[in-house]
């Protein structure tokens, strides 16, 4: 496992020096080489659908709730594709991340966009790492990244920092349809990067990929006290993914004190 996290923290600064945006969405067109003005525009559009759609969803399950949160955060927030996109609809964004030159790009992002309530952090890459709460959380396409013993430790710490009332977006993968072999040989790919290359010499990046029990995740949302769960289920080549939305619990009220006797 030590072995693992030395190879995950070199991995995203390495992308993040070289392919911030391909780190984002994996697309040979994101790749420094090919990314130009339209193609960087392009990849804006994407987030802002994407917190459009989030949204909309949140307001057909949920329309009796307030859809505007104060202060938001933005988990493994990459170059900024949905925490630009989040300042339209939030008072003030946090975006956090791992890699130290995709917060770089992300605030070069922030000024070219001229966006001025956002803030961006580098993350240390294990909890913890907040120090407020937040009434919105967001984390799309990040947590398959993460191994489940870090992500779930990391998992509780943001639920933890959700505001009472407060929404939350994330999204989990839970089941990749692959041999065994296969699972162990992409384990191998990613830690030992020269055994990659050597059957796999035309890929350009060796993604860590995860899957999470969704049995674990669904008691630690309980035991932080999340009232509501929907869920959207898809997939990604041989990867099933849960996109969940969720809504903590109001602070109990605390009934007014007992009347003083005559």
Same mark, same amino acid.
């Given at each position: 496992m030590k072995l693992y996290r030395k190879r995950y923290t070199d991995f995203w600064k390495e992308i993040g020096q070289v392919d911030p945006y391909f780190g984002v969405l994996s697309h040979e067109k994101y790749l420094s080489s090919n990314l130009d003005n339209p193609t960087k525009q392009a990849f804006f559009e994407t987030g802002e659908r994407h917190v459009e759609n989030v949204f909309k969803i949140f307001q057909q399950v949920w329309p009796d709730e307030r859809h505007a949160p104060q202060n938001a955060l933005d988990f493994g927030c990459g170059t900024g594709r949905i925490t630009l996109a989040l300042s339209q609809k939030c008072t003030e964004v946090t975006g956090i991340d791992v890699s130290p030159a995709m917060i770089a790009e992300a605030e070069k992002n922030q000024l070219e966009q001229e966006k001025k309530n956002i803030q961006f952090i580098v993350s240390p890459g294990e909890a913890p790492f907040l120090t407020e709460t937040y009434d919105y959380i967001h984390s799309a396409m990040v947590f398959q990244h993460i191994h489940p013993k870090d992500g779930f430790v990391i998992l509780d710490h943001l639920v933890d920092h959700l505001s009472p009332s407060g929404l939350a977006f994330?999204?989990?993968?839970?089941?990749?349809? =692959?041999?065994?072999?296969?699972?162990?040989?992409?384990?191998?790919?990613?830690?030992?990067?020269?055994?990659?290359?050597?059957? $796999?010499?035309?890929?350009?990046?060796?993604?860590?990929?995860?899957?999470?029990?969704?049995?674990?995740?669904? $008691?630690?949302?309980?035991?932080?006290?999340?009232?509501?769960?929907?869920?959207?289920?898809? =997939?990604?080549?041989?990867?099933?993914?849960?996109?969940?939305?969720?809504?903590?619990?109001?602070?109990?009220?605390?009934? =007014?004190? $007992?009347?003083?006797?005559?």
């Open positions: 994330i999204q989990l993968n839970y089941h990749t349809i =692959e041999t065994p072999m296969r699972r162990l040989f992409r384990k191998l790919n990613f830690t030992f990067p020269s055994i990659g290359k050597v059957f $796999s010499p035309n890929s350009t990046y060796r993604f860590p990929m995860f899957d999470y029990d969704l049995g674990q995740v669904y $008691s630690l949302l309980q035991n932080h006290r999340i009232k509501r769960i929907f869920s959207i289920a898809g =997939e990604s080549g041989p990867h099933q993914f849960v996109r969940l939305y969720l809504q903590k619990k109001p602070l109990p009220h605390k009934p =007014e004190g $007992s009347p003083k006797p005559s």
